[in-house]
């Protein structure tokens, strides 16, 4: 399962950063959900990062879903207005999402 995941990490297009800037805008000001949804597949290697520590865990794809929805829960609170890049803001939730499963998995 999970190397099916890594080859569907590898289809992800990048975002061009005016591509960006218009999901943004058209997410936040607009609430266009395909927005909300290209931003989360777009930043989905992000999780894919975090996770690689742990790969040879047996729960890794319940690790990568805790970690899928704190890129959720980033996407939901980040104010591109503020000027922070969003990987830099995403990734604390991320991390901790994944942190706290795996704790608690033991």
């Known amino acids: 399962m999970f190397a099916d995941y890594v080859k569907k990490l590898s ?3 990048k975002l061009r950063p005016d591509e960006e800037r218009a999901l943004w805008h058209a997410y936040k000001e607009k609430g266009d959900e395909g927005a909300r949804r290209r931003i989360i ?5 992000l999780v894919f990062r975090e996770v690689m520590p742990y790969r040879a865990l047996p729960a890794v794809m319940d690790a990568v879903q805790e970690g899928t929805i704190g890129l959720i829960e980033a996407v939901e609170r980040y104010d591109p207005g503020r000027g922070a890049a969003f990987s830099l803001y995403a990734v604390h939730r991320i ?3 994944i942190r706290d499963f795996l704790r608690h998995e033991g």
Not at 41 to 45: D, K, R
């Open 41 to 45: 597949e777009a930043y989905q290697p």
């Open 11 to 13: 289809a992800v297009e």
């Open 95 to 97: 991390r901790g999402r």
